[in-house]
């Protein structure tokens, strides 16, 4: 049996090991006399909450307040190069405390690729980043979204710190003026077999095409379409097909846009003109993709030198 005395030594190593300050009221461990639990029960009662704070979380844990997820560039074609960077930014780390991540790229068809790495943390934030598809072991054969999630493994473990995506197509970009060119690349087909390119308007096919290009061998391919300058404006289809059967298809639209002709010097055929004479006038026009324009007309205004009225050619 204890005395109150040992009773109150107690709980004073109870509470030297927890760390913390235990009110009293909540371990009453003798009445008025004799105590009525043993030595053993009390030992055991100290292991368990002393336990149980480390469990609760009271020991200092490392963490990080706050994730931001980026991809770059946000948008990239169907190639395996340059790929797509993914990069977090973590602040509010704990300096010296390794964080260990795994990211995982689930692409259009639903196939999920993971890849790991970890960093030490050299200040509160720091950037860590992981390269898709280099880093995963897999290639980019599909246009679509890519979604993507940042699970921590170390110093605390979470399932989801940051999510995000990025997207595949076909083309360089979503929208162009006549005349300018539009890149096309994919991958994914049977080495050096045909791949049959299309691009159409409204259900019609544009100049030249349908046409063939050969893949090289690795499966991929590029090719240009300049567009003409008289061509329907609004949305074009593109589209691949070829061998194996891709389970997303290989096509997208793109927005045409009319486009601009500037003048950069207007030529005149004799500074000094006879009333009955008749001048000449003659300049070069190019589009805003520096193409020179091959056809089409414009007005001249000549102004009198009273500058009272014009005469339009």
């Not at 204890?2 to 030594?9: A, G, L, Q, R």
């Not at 336990?51 to 980026?70: E, I, K």
């Not at 790495?117 to 679509?144: E, K």
């Not at 995000?164 to 060119?181: A, C, I, M, N, P």
Request: hydrophobic share 35%; proline share 6%; glycine share 8%.
């Amino acid at each position: 049996m204890y005395t109150p005395c040992e009773t109150s030594e107690l709980r004073e190593s109870l509470a030297l090991v927890s760390g913390s300050v235990i009110p009293t009221a909540h371990y009453q461990f003798c009445e008025n006399g004799p105590v009525r639990t043993s030595r053993k029960r009390l030992q055991l009662l100290l292991l368990f909450v002393a336990g149980s704070l480390v469990v609760l979380g009271l020991s200092p844990q490392a963490h990080a307040a706050s994730y931001a997820l980026t991809t770059i560039p946000a948008r990239t074609q169907e190639s395996n190069t340059p790929g797509v960077v993914l990069a977090l930014n973590v602040t509010g780390a704990t300096v010296g405390t390794t964080y260990k991540f795994t990211w995982t790229v689930t692409d259009p068809s639903g196939a999920a690729r993971s890849a790991a790495n970890q960093t030490v943390a050299p200040a509160t934030s720091f950037v860590i980043s992981a390269a898709y598809p280099s880093r995963f072991g897999t290639s980019i054969n599909y246009v679509g979204n890519y979604t993507i999630n940042v699970q921590q493994n170390n110093p605390n473990p979470i399932a989801s710190v940051a999510t995000g995506k990025f997207q595949v197509g076909l083309t360089d970009s979503l929208s162009y003026e006549r005349t300018f060119s539009v890149s096309i690349k994919a991958r994914g087909y049977n080495n050096n077999s045909p791949v049959t390119v299309n691009i159409s308007h409204a259900g019609t096919p544009a100049p030249g095409y349908p046409t063939t290009i050969t893949a090289d061998g690795t499966g991929s391919l590029a090719t240009t379409w300049v567009i003409p300058f008289n061509v329907s404006t609004g949305l074009w289809t593109v589209s691949l097909t070829g061998s194996p059967t891709k389970v997303v298809p290989d096509t997208q639209t793109i927005t045409v846009y009319p486009t601009n002709a500037t003048i950069a010097n207007l030529f005149v055929g004799q500074q000094v003109l006879a009333r009955t004479q008749v001048q000449s006038f003659t300049f070069t026009a190019n589009y805003l993709s520096e193409l020179t324009v091959q056809t089409g007309s414009a007005q001249i205004n000549v102004t009198e030198s009273d500058g009272m009225g014009q005469r339009p050619s």
